[in-house]
């Protein structure tokens, strides 16, 4: 292991001659292969939709696909009205302009449902008359007051129109189905007629409407609500869209805010480090291009930014300039010293060019971990976390000594070894106490990892963006308004398959969906509740009773098939297109919605499998029932995150313990410097089970990139303390000469490494805020790890200088 270690140190330090020898040749092909990258950062995208979280191919997010292919866009916007009396003219005058003004000036715009266009459905034996409630607008009070009468009467409007004082309704709004981005209109007159299956083949090879659109759909709600909203007319937007659209927003602000704050205190750091010109500009440089490389080739394969990635530009730049730092500290050292550019170089590869590499492959091994993950942004993080660590390896590597090559640097007068700061002395002080209080260290430490499994088992899972969002977010506030007036903003979706055409003619059929909607209404938990279901049950129903002189004893469903054909052509006939929010054009398959509060994603679980039993035992034998819809996708994300975090935290574990096995030249040992790479992980879970911070899609990543990150701290240690040791000196002696020259670029990177994640203490959004003060701290427990429980272990691993392993 000696010899191969030697041999790539001094592979390395030819590499170092023939960057300086060749140095403009080098810098060319640098510079060709990152702007190759570079040039694509301006096509990089944003999506902070639900169904983004899942890969395209998971079965959640197919059946969801498939529902919106067939049923239109899921996700709407909901304009909610606080009034002391809807139904006063004065307040139903306004609720119709905006109505109106949103229909008109919305892009995008698919379908529009108020009190102003409510389907109201009445007729006798022989006709049916299907028009919109204010089909004519009242001209009085005393008119307004039948059209109140009726909206209170008709069960279809209650919990999802109106509430049950009259004094909060809502405008439902549907965008588009699919993007027009890139899509020209048909001229052929005769497209209306194409075949219904040739149809469905073309709207499955079109993409959904974009993230874009719906975020110019919200901006222009925005925009006309506000020439509406007042204090006798209170407005408020909710909906899917409109948290999105938030959640995108302060994205972007936190991503400019987060680079910003970093590269500030980048060159802080750097002017207080090194103190000239060359030493704060060329890991400044080196950390950006390596940044703008990563999201270029995220542009390049059409990967967009996520809520999860977004860290990914400042976790690059943290790791970049700590690498950075390593090769400038060494050069700067070795040439105040001696004085020669090029043997500066090349002796800075040969001394640290192996551990910076290997610090490099174990933090590209801890964060790409992620890359098996099925939650896509978390698996993407994976990747190109990964591959930006890898880039920031081979630019401080090669740009650095090149930029060191071609310009110009002054030497300083050069500081002895023997010099002694405060630094220097409490370093000392700590590796004599580790050495004279060993055993009660690594004792206390491994009770501490002991307790913190026993505590893991208290953890709390979570996936719930709403509460991403501040208290005071006028999205969340909508949200939680609608959820407590309207019982519900967001659905469940039943798609009932017959496998039959006219399949949904059949009376057992219908009637246990009207059973499976009442009982759906009956679930109810401290947290959550099925606050209304509609389905073409209710719609049969109200046909039924239009058609018996609109006697309410008649709202129930035809219970002879034929009658059940008759009513449905009577109502298609009327004009009205409402059933095909229902029914598929076969009348083979049905929808049904329920509208629930937007809650925890894990309370669901329970409800959909309690659900899904409920329709086995219900339905006729031969029907299929798919669940799809906002609530399922959100319950698959967090089931992903928390199975595919074990596995990532195992590779991860597996990786860089083998990592270390490799470095060091010995089993044992590899496995023991464990220890302190796993202690600050065991910490992040202690400190989230008291703290009762809950294990969602951001805290799932603190463990695995913390263990990629604690690993270079302990890779500096490990290999150092070994060679002194291997030189002859006694196990106090190797630790001190270890902690006092590495110990300085230890505390350094790890300043560095902690500030890029404390940085997300000023993010907008609650889930950034946790991740960054569990990552910024567990970094500093790292450091603290390596520079008292990794020594102790060494004091009871080795007896004497001259025993071996």
Same mark, same amino acid.
């Given at each position: 292991m000696k010899r191969a270690t030697k041999a790539v140190d001094n592979w390395l330090y030819k590499v170092g001659e023939g960057i300086n020898k060749h140095k403009y040749l080098v810098l060319v092909a640098m510079i060709a292969i990152l702007m190759a990258m570079i040039v694509n950062v301006p096509k990089i995208t944003l999506d902070t939709t639900t169904e983004g979280f899942l890969r395209d191919d998971d079965p959640v997010r197919v059946r969801y696909d498939q529902f919106q292919n067939q049923f239109g866009h899921d996700e709407k916007i909901v304009v909610a009205i606080k009034s002391d009396g809807i139904f006063e003219l004065k307040n139903l005058t306004k609720l119709q302009e905006l109505h109106n003004a949103l229909k008109t000036e919305v892009p995008y715009l698919n379908d529009i449902t108020s009190l102003i266009n409510a389907r109201n459905t009445t007729g006798d034996e022989d006709s049916l008359l299907v028009e919109d409630l204010f089909e004519t607008f009242p001209q009085t009070q005393e008119e307004l007051e039948s059209k109140?009468?009726?909206? !209170?009467?008709?069960? %279809?409007?209650?919990?999802?129109?109106?509430?049950?004082?009259?004094? !909060?309704?809502?405008?439902?709004?549907?965008?588009?189905?699919?993007?027009s981005i890139g899509v020209e209109e048909s001229t052929d007159e005769l497209d209306g007629f194409d075949d219904m299956d040739e149809s469905n083949d073309r709207a499955e090879e079109q993409e959904f409407i974009s993230d874009q659109e719906m975020a110019e759909m919200v901006h222009k709600v925005r925009d006309i609500v506000a020439e509406y909203n007042s204090d006798e007319f209170q407005i408020q937007i909710a909906g899917s869209p409109s948290v999105t659209e938030t959640l995108k927003s302060s994205m972007q602000k936190d991503i400019k805010k987060f680079n910003g704050l970093i590269i500030l205190t980048i060159i802080i750091l750097l002017s207080?480090?090194?103190?000239? #010109?060359?030493?704060?500009? !060329?890991?400044?440089?080196?950390?950006?291009?390596?940044?703008?490389?990563?999201?270029?080739? %995220?542009?390049?394969?059409?990967?967009?930014?996520?809520?999860?990635?977004?860290?990914?530009?400042?976790?690059?730049?943290? #790791?970049?300039?700590?690498?950075?730092i390593h090769i400038m500290a060494i050069f700067f050292h070795h040439y105040d010293k001696y004085g020669n550019k090029a043997e500066s170089i090349a002796y800075t590869l040969h001394h640290s060019g192996l551990a910076i590499i290997m610090t490099s492959l174990t933090t590209a091994a801890g964060i790409g971990s992620f890359a098996v993950s099925k939650v896509a942004p978390v698996s993407d993080l994976g990747i190109y976390g990964a591959?930006? *660590?890898?880039?920031?390896?081979i630019v401080s590597m090669v740009l650095l000594p090149v930029l060191i090559a071609i310009f110009?640097?002054?030497r300083k007068p050069f500081v002895s070894e023997d010099h002694e700061d405060y630094l220097h002395r409490l370093l000392e002080k700590i590796a004599a106490f580790s050495q004279r209080r060993a055993k009660p260290i690594v004792v206390s430490s491994l009770i501490l990892m002991a307790i913190t499994i026993a505590l893991a088992t208290q953890m709390k899972y979570s996936h719930n963006p709403l509460t991403w969002l501040p208290e005071t977010n006028e999205a969340r506030t909508a949200t939680e308004q609608i959820d407590k007036e309207m019982r519900g903003t967001i659905s469940l979706e039943l798609i009932i398959d017959t496998k039959k055409e006219n399949g949904l003619y059949d009376y057992e059929l219908l009637k246990s969906i009207e059973e499976t909607a009442k009982y759906a209404e009956t679930i109810s938990t401290d947290t959550y509740f099925v606050g209304k279901v509609v389905s073409i049950v209710d719609v049969m129903k109200e046909i039924h009773k239009a058609l018996h002189a609109n006697n309410p004893e008649y709202y129930a469903i035809a219970e002879d098939p034929n009658l059940i054909a008759q009513e449905i052509l009577l109502f298609e006939n009327s004009g009205s297109d409402d059933l095909e929010d229902f029914v598929d054009s076969q009348f083979s398959k049905a929808r049904i919605t329920m509208? %629930?509060?937007?809650?925890?994603? *894990?309370?669901?679980?329970? %409800?959909?499998?309690?659900?899904? *039993?409920?329709?086995?035992?219900?339905?006729?034998?031969? *029907?299929? #029932?798919?669940?799809?819809g906002m609530i399922p996708l959100l319950a698959d994300t967090i089931t992903a995150a928390i199975t595919s975090a074990g596995q990532s935290y195992a590779i991860a574990i597996v990786l860089i313990a083998f990592m270390m096995m490799l470095l060091l030249g010995n089993i044992k040992l590899g496995l023991i410097s464990m220890i302190p790479n796993l202690f600050p992980v065991f910490f992040v879970i202690a400190f989230m089970v008291i703290f009762n911070i809950p294990f969602d899609l951001f805290t799932m990543l603190v463990g695995t990139i913390v263990l990629g990150l604690a690993v270079d701290d302990n890779v500096h240690f490990m290999h150092n303390f070994r060679r002194y040791y291997d030189e002859g000196k006694c196990v106090d002696e190797a630790v001190r000469l270890t902690l006092t020259g590495s110990g300085r670029a230890m505390l350094i990177t790890t300043i560095v490494l902690s500030i890029g994640f404390y940085v997300y203490l000023f993010a907008s959004m609650a889930n950034l805020f946790n991740f960054g003060l569990l990552a910024g701290t567990a970094i500093i427990v790292a450091l603290a790890a390596d520079l008292v429980l990794a020594p102790a272990l060494m004091k009871l691993l080795y007896k004497g200088h001259k025993e071996t392993l």
């Amino acid at each position: 292991m000696k010899r191969a270690t030697k041999a790539v140190d001094n592979w390395l330090y030819k590499v170092g001659e023939g960057i300086n020898k060749h140095k403009y040749l080098v810098l060319v092909a640098m510079i060709a292969i990152l702007m190759a990258m570079i040039v694509n950062v301006p096509k990089i995208t944003l999506d902070t939709t639900t169904e983004g979280f899942l890969r395209d191919d998971d079965p959640v997010r197919v059946r969801y696909d498939q529902f919106q292919n067939q049923f239109g866009h899921d996700e709407k916007i909901v304009v909610a009205i606080k009034s002391d009396g809807i139904f006063e003219l004065k307040n139903l005058t306004k609720l119709q302009e905006l109505h109106n003004a949103l229909k008109t000036e919305v892009p995008y715009l698919n379908d529009i449902t108020s009190l102003i266009n409510a389907r109201n459905t009445t007729g006798d034996e022989d006709s049916l008359l299907v028009e919109d409630l204010f089909e004519t607008f009242p001209q009085t009070q005393e008119e307004l007051e039948s059209k109140k009468v009726l909206a !209170f009467a008709n069960p %279809m409007y209650k919990d999802l129109l109106l509430n049950s004082d009259g004094t !909060f309704t809502v405008i439902v709004l549907e965008a588009n189905t699919y993007t027009s981005i890139g899509v020209e209109e048909s001229t052929d007159e005769l497209d209306g007629f194409d075949d219904m299956d040739e149809s469905n083949d073309r709207a499955e090879e079109q993409e959904f409407i974009s993230d874009q659109e719906m975020a110019e759909m919200v901006h222009k709600v925005r925009d006309i609500v506000a020439e509406y909203n007042s204090d006798e007319f209170q407005i408020q937007i909710a909906g899917s869209p409109s948290v999105t659209e938030t959640l995108k927003s302060s994205m972007q602000k936190d991503i400019k805010k987060f680079n910003g704050l970093i590269i500030l205190t980048i060159i802080i750091l750097l002017s207080l480090l090194f103190r000239r #010109v060359s030493g704060v500009i !060329f890991p400044l440089l080196a950390v950006i291009l390596s940044v703008l490389s990563t999201v270029g080739l %995220m542009a390049y394969f059409g990967t967009p930014i996520k809520i999860p990635t977004q860290i990914l530009p400042s976790f690059i730049l943290a #790791v970049g300039v700590g690498t950075s730092i390593h090769i400038m500290a060494i050069f700067f050292h070795h040439y105040d010293k001696y004085g020669n550019k090029a043997e500066s170089i090349a002796y800075t590869l040969h001394h640290s060019g192996l551990a910076i590499i290997m610090t490099s492959l174990t933090t590209a091994a801890g964060i790409g971990s992620f890359a098996v993950s099925k939650v896509a942004p978390v698996s993407d993080l994976g990747i190109y976390g990964a591959a930006g *660590v890898i880039i920031a390896l081979i630019v401080s590597m090669v740009l650095l000594p090149v930029l060191i090559a071609i310009f110009p640097i002054k030497r300083k007068p050069f500081v002895s070894e023997d010099h002694e700061d405060y630094l220097h002395r409490l370093l000392e002080k700590i590796a004599a106490f580790s050495q004279r209080r060993a055993k009660p260290i690594v004792v206390s430490s491994l009770i501490l990892m002991a307790i913190t499994i026993a505590l893991a088992t208290q953890m709390k899972y979570s996936h719930n963006p709403l509460t991403w969002l501040p208290e005071t977010n006028e999205a969340r506030t909508a949200t939680e308004q609608i959820d407590k007036e309207m019982r519900g903003t967001i659905s469940l979706e039943l798609i009932i398959d017959t496998k039959k055409e006219n399949g949904l003619y059949d009376y057992e059929l219908l009637k246990s969906i009207e059973e499976t909607a009442k009982y759906a209404e009956t679930i109810s938990t401290d947290t959550y509740f099925v606050g209304k279901v509609v389905s073409i049950v209710d719609v049969m129903k109200e046909i039924h009773k239009a058609l018996h002189a609109n006697n309410p004893e008649y709202y129930a469903i035809a219970e002879d098939p034929n009658l059940i054909a008759q009513e449905i052509l009577l109502f298609e006939n009327s004009g009205s297109d409402d059933l095909e929010d229902f029914v598929d054009s076969q009348f083979s398959k049905a929808r049904i919605t329920m509208k %629930m509060p937007w809650v925890d994603s *894990v309370e669901y679980h329970g %409800m959909l499998q309690e659900l899904q *039993v409920h329709l086995e035992k219900t339905l006729p034998a031969g *029907v299929e #029932v798919q669940l799809t819809g906002m609530i399922p996708l959100l319950a698959d994300t967090i089931t992903a995150a928390i199975t595919s975090a074990g596995q990532s935290y195992a590779i991860a574990i597996v990786l860089i313990a083998f990592m270390m096995m490799l470095l060091l030249g010995n089993i044992k040992l590899g496995l023991i410097s464990m220890i302190p790479n796993l202690f600050p992980v065991f910490f992040v879970i202690a400190f989230m089970v008291i703290f009762n911070i809950p294990f969602d899609l951001f805290t799932m990543l603190v463990g695995t990139i913390v263990l990629g990150l604690a690993v270079d701290d302990n890779v500096h240690f490990m290999h150092n303390f070994r060679r002194y040791y291997d030189e002859g000196k006694c196990v106090d002696e190797a630790v001190r000469l270890t902690l006092t020259g590495s110990g300085r670029a230890m505390l350094i990177t790890t300043i560095v490494l902690s500030i890029g994640f404390y940085v997300y203490l000023f993010a907008s959004m609650a889930n950034l805020f946790n991740f960054g003060l569990l990552a910024g701290t567990a970094i500093i427990v790292a450091l603290a790890a390596d520079l008292v429980l990794a020594p102790a272990l060494m004091k009871l691993l080795y007896k004497g200088h001259k025993e071996t392993l």
